[in-house]
């Protein structure tokens, strides 16, 4: 069994995009400029944003974090994101969800310069990417994506299950993994609560990718042997016997199926390192685009 | 075995339509008006524009029929569709694919205002397809969606295989049919020319979508009892028999499937006739939002 690193694997990436910088600055060209917009108060939230602006200040690009407060109406927000789409000095940005329930976040995403949409949830960038042309593909697919192309996990022609259909992973997840490309070229079944005969399902896939946000769910008598695993779960359970009083747990019970696995994501340090290495080099595309 | 009648759906579908614009008419709103491009002399192309010209008439719908030459630049056309952007008096209009060989399709069809892409290929328009937001769905996945809606038969929780992953048809589907609507819930596998163990597959489908473009490919012994057959395939073959030298072919064996089927299309008068349908019905909501 493989362990598919995710940890390291952004911390690789990171590197890599250093040096890209270093390079654009060698060049006289402009440093990679990210803005993160957050409203509220969200704990979560706010733990994100500030890792996506330690991300920046790592390999080297300029980050602006805009703090809005909880009461922020939805025309001062749209005003904010029409501000940073006229901005020539930011190459990207991200309104951090969930915004609050006063908002439309759909509204708000919609608004977002499709150029400036570093995190691909634009209607026109899910669009181009359905239709496989060049655009930001947002940060867990493109991460999946990353770590098989690394771990030269084949996927031609193989069989690929995912597990849930949510517009963020299993939609995206199914259409890219489909497609004519590096990454792709795999018969694709898109799974989800309505789905009757999951394990009969799953036991002819080469490859299962579970996001579908319940903790340990994909067991070892769903799995073939040697069978590939991403696990985009994450979901906090409680631990008394931890520290924190809670533990992270993925959508995969691990210890029972990476037994019988090929190669393996863990949860913390699969899949969810990664998207902030490829929201970075989304916004370092958004930068060369602009330069 | 049920027919999936395309050829009287369509009708019954435009029928509804002239109602509808006749109760526009007399609430004193817009009629109705679509537009068509076609650039060059390719026969099989005016044929369609026809069909959709006639449509348009026999609905009560205004159209306007733009021919342009062969040796129109692209740049000329952009200009043209600028224009049709920017009158108010059209409601929808489509460029009739294929386009001479120097003009960028993709770049073309990039010009046209989402608003006003009743073809839904716009980027916009297929990222809200599969956002599942109210969009213009392209009329081939729209008329099938519509002939399962009319004839009722069940996809939720069912089995969809899709064969074919053309931007056109294939892709779409497959988006469509796994999400959250009244005629979706299933769970979806898309296959193509790179899955190998294809007949393993189609044997557990309880609804196959053929949209390959290999005439007869989907034989008997590949589909289980009582299975839904949408035959997207049609293809001329030679036939000296026939007084026109040619007879047209869909991608299924129609006559040892259709034994087998619940539900099939034939070919002509199955998917094709439902396609003009619901570019009407696109066009309607079209002047709806313009009204």
Known sequence: MILLDGKTTSSDIKDEITLEVLQLKKEGKKTPHLAAVIVGNNGASRTYVGAKVKACNRVGFLSTLIE??????????????????????????????????????????????PKKDVDGFHPTNVGKMALNLPTFISATPYGILELLERYKVETSGKHVVVIGRSHIVGSPMSILLSQ???????????????????????????IVIAALGIPEFLTEDMVKANVTVIDVGITRVEDTTKKSGYRLLGD???????????????????????????LLKNTLLASKNNN
């Open 68 to 113: 809005l407060t909880d009461d922020t109406t939805e025309a001062s927000l749209l005003s904010k994101i029409d501000e940073l789409n006229n901005n020539i000095e930011i190459d990207g940005f991200i309104v951090q969800l969930p915004l609050p329930k006063h908002i439309d976040e759909q509204k708000v995403l919609m608004a977002v310069d």
């Open 180 to 206: 004519k490309r590096t990454v792709g070229n795999a018969t694709v079944t898109i799974t989800h609560s309505r789905t009757r005969n999951l394990k009969e399902i799953t036991l002819q896939a080469d």
């Open 252 to 278: 995969v019970a691990f210890d029972e199926v990476s037994k019988k696995a090929a190669y393996i994501t863990p949860v913390p340090g699969g899949v969810g390192p990664m998207t902030i290495a490829m």
